[in-house]
């Protein structure tokens, strides 16, 4: 049955940020540009995490494995720490303090102590090698250093280095055991050497302003080594509301709700959100943990994603929403089907990001959970994760596209060569400008200057088109893009076509290169366990040419059955899985074993 909203988007967004409404706006000039900001936004993030320990301070926050960790006790853990860190280690504001790790809880008890004091968080990619997470935490000059055991001990031969390089005065391991790294210190024993009164941290104000530096995340890295990104207070806070109003907005297109209050109040019964997405993603750290605090909700650890243990915890904490890749998602409907250990669970709201979604999936999801409310997100590191959503019927509806652009976003469709904007339907590199976009790349003017315009929109790399109502679409990257004989292809045309095998896990077109044509489509499949014998390049093949045009059907099909590698912003890692299809391509002397019909 076809949907009819209750409102008009216009409507709806009028009523959004109406005067006492918790996305009330007014303009302000920073940084020479003037910007929409959110009139009631928290002023800082030691502001926020101050109002959330005290409001909720009796609610649960935290649960890893068998600990658990009320709002209460998790203050008291970050002011433990922010006091060490000051008295100590003389961290001030402005000082950039590192954090390297997996998704424990004393990450997030080190990002809000460093945020009390006015100091820069910085968060590389736990997952890369020794020495790019040397170059991240040298070249932005980490004062402190707190990092778990598994990096401790991949860091521990470049320790001097870093000391020197950083003129880093500690690093702190925890979850080592009693093991100590040469070299560093471990962070109970820190804590147990260093006795004062939890209060001293809170009467000294560290005089921090909005537009004043919170952050350094990483981009990815995919070209060389990660640049830096550095965002404000403000940048950062900003998508708590950005992803807040999405729900909202839902709920006013359907009629649910008439009017929207100032004031942010947790649901009842309270969130639990199972989060399988790192912490130094913008995604984990902004969309999810952000929210979920500021919601009084509670955030369920998992040292890394299996989804067996995702099931169990799933039930066990009664999890009412989960959110990730398209991948992560599609191993939590697996275990809803075929009477899976989730099969009628009532999962309230799952949400991806990362990489385009699907629409088998969201079918899946559907079936498997009934009335779940399902969203979507498109943003960068660049933009602090969410500028573009889109949640509920309105998803439905167009399940191909990201969303409209969040209310303090603008959006622009913009032609690569010619700089033109362009008309709705054409396609073109996407830009976006708002208060979340980052201040720049640390260090790096050159890169900055590149990459925001005169007039502050960021130039994402990212093809898309723009319908007429302000939907995006992201088609591709603009580096990805596949272009045979003149003809272009956008991956993400291919891979949903292959997505409509419900064996198909996750899929990647890439190009390979041909003498005559330039290029030729081709795509790298992860296949789900219990279809690996059934899937078949072949078979996928056949399938394409269904769907598609015969210029866009592949020529080659890599099957896997492992995930695809991604990057650190939870992409397929293309630049290494063209890598693989190319091999394979060579292998072959450059031949299909299907390439009738995908000739024009």
Partial sequence: MAWTPARTIAECDRILSAPNSF???????????????????????????????????????????????????????????????????????????????????????????????????????????????????CNTDCKVILLDDERAQSLEPLVDQIKKDAGCVELLVFRGGDRQPKGMKRLVDALTEYKQDERSVLQTDPGILPEDNATVMFTSGTTGLPKGVLSTQRAGLSNIINVLAGSVKDALRNGLIDAVSRNI??????????????????TGLHSIMLVVTCLGGKLVLMKKWNPEEGARLILQEKVTTVGGVPSLVSDVVTMAENGGPLAGYPLLGTSVGGAASPRALIERARRSFGQVSIGSGYGMTETNSVAVGVVGQEYLARPSACGLASPINDLLI????????????????????????????????????????????????????????????????????????????????????????????????????????????????????????????EGLIKLARSRLPRFAVPVLIVIQTHPLERNASLKPLKTELRKVARAEWEKRGRKAKVIEEAKM
């Fill in 23 to 137: 996305a009330e706006m007014h303009q302000r000039v920073i940084d020479g540009r003037v910007q929409r900001v959110y009139t009631h936004l928290w002023p800082t993030f030691r502001a926020f995490w101050l109002e959330c320990a005290q409001r909720h301070a009796q609610h649960e926050y935290l649960v890893f494995k068998g600990e658990r960790w009320t709002y209460g006790d998790a203050h008291k853990e970050v002011l433990q720490i922010a006091g060490l860190l000051s008295k100590a280690y003389g961290v001030k504001k402005g000082d950039r303090v590192g954090i390297v790790s997996r998704n424990y809880p004393e990450f997030i008890f080190a990002f809000w102590a460093v945020q009390l004091l006015g100091a820069v968080a910085v968060g590389p990619n736990a997952w890369l090698p020794a020495d790019v997470v040397k170059h991240c935490l």
């Fill in 265 to 282: 109040d947790p649901p009842e019964p309270r969130g639990v959100s199972l989060v399988g997405i790192p912490f130094f993603h913008v």
């Fill in 414 to 537: 913009v032609d690569a060569e010619s700089l033109k904007v362009c008309k709705p339907g054409q396609l073109g590199e996407v830009w976006i400008r708002g208060v979340n976009v980052m201040r720049g790349y640390w260090k790096d003017e050159a890169a900055t200057a590149k990459a925001i315009t005169k007039d502050g929109y960021m130039r994402t790399g990212d093809l898309g088109v723009m319908d007429s109502e302000g939907f995006l679409y992201i088609r591709d990257r603009l580096k990805d893009i596949i272009i045979r004989g003149g003809e272009n292809i956008d991956s993400s045309t291919v891979e949903n076509a292959l997505h409509a095998d419900e064996g198909v896990l996750e899929a990647a077109a890439v190009a390979v290169p041909d003498e005559r044509l330039g290029e030729l489509p081709a795509a790298v499949v992860a296949v789900k366990e219990g279809h690996r014998q059934r899937v078949t390049e």
